[in-house]
């Protein structure tokens, strides 16, 4: 009997050896089903990729050189290969931070916030190298490309509510805090379709939607200890367009309880979307069935 073990684990040993050595020179019938073969997609330079940032970086408060986590926004395709996946991390650098002073405003100084795009990280440990969608080496953050997710119209007209208005300054002092938001889920749902606050609706709406694992709950406890980044393929870039949603719902209402104008700084919270583009051309290897006719 054991001797038949034997015999018969070598038997599936030499099948799947077999079977590997004739996938690799290009193709292998797999009874029953069809004809597996390998193809190889070529991705071409200047191939347009979606990121998200994954923290927040502003002008004058970050340091030069300081490194930021980018995860792509969305499945990057050629023809009806995903030869990208969503949530594939890549990295920046800021290279260029200067905060929006009276002494800088004098002196005709503006704020300014740039980047470098580095390498991004395939699924395979290969790095790609990026560049800005006009071809600079850098990305500058404008106050247009970081505007708030939070339409301003639509807090004030909130903000006019006394019931809405306290509703809005309990959740921002729970999430300024760390605090759990468990109790005030329905409420906050609420105020977050009111006001337009797709992926936060989302994440409390459908919670197993793209992940078994996120929810408003865990996206707020990472977001809370700073490690949004360290959430996983697609729960990192959710997580952040959430929190980055929520960001902004914080700093609306935080000014408007203040009672200050918010200043002409630019800042690119966690979760803020920029473009970039491959620089050379790559290959992607997948495996495709052509189906037996019966």
Do not use: C
């Amino acid at each position: 009997m054991k001797a038949l073990k034997v015999i018969g684990g070598l038997a599936v040993l030499g099948a799947f050896g077999y079977g590997a050595y004739s996938l690799g020179q290009g193709s292998l019938k797999i009874p029953g089903v069809g004809t597996a073969k390998k193809e190889v997609v070529t991705v071409k330079p200047g191939t347009e990729i979606g990121f998200v940032l994954l923290e927040t970086i502003d002008a004058g408060g970050s340091k030069e050189g300081e490194t930021i986590d980018l995860a792509v926004m969305n499945d990057v395709m050629v023809g009806n290969t995903v030869v990208i996946t969503k949530g594939t991390r890549a990295h920046a650098t800021v290279t260029r931070s200067r905060g929006a002073s009276l002494a800088n405003a004098v002196a005709n100084r503006p704020a300014r916030l740039e980047m470098e795009f580095g390498e991004l990280t395939l699924s395979d440990g290969r790095k790609i190298d990026l560049t800005g969608m006009s071809g600079e080496d850098t990305f500058e953050f404008t106050q247009e490309n970081t505007a708030d997710r939070v339409d301003a119209a639509s807090i004030d007209k909130l903000w006019q509510n006394p019931e809405s208005r306290e509703a809005l300054a309990s959740i921002v002092e729970k999430i300024e805090n760390g605090e759990k938001v468990d109790e005030s889920r329905e409420e906050f749902k609420k105020l977050s379709e009111e006001l337009g606050l797709k992926k936060t609706t989302e994440i409390m709406d459908e919670p197993g939607k793209n992940s078994k694992k996120l929810s408003l709950g865990t996206a707020l406890d990472a977001f809370t200890r700073g490690e949004v980044s360290s959430l996983v393929g697609v729960d990192a870039v959710v997580a952040a367009q959430a929190m980055g949603e929520i960001t902004d719902l914080v700093s609306s209402v935080d000014h408007k309880l203040r009672g200050i104008f918010k200043q002409r700084t630019i800042r690119a919270t966690i979760g803020t979307p920029v473009k970039a583009k491959t620089t050379e051309a790559f290959q992607i290897e997948k495996i495709a069935i052509d189906k037996e006719k019966k």
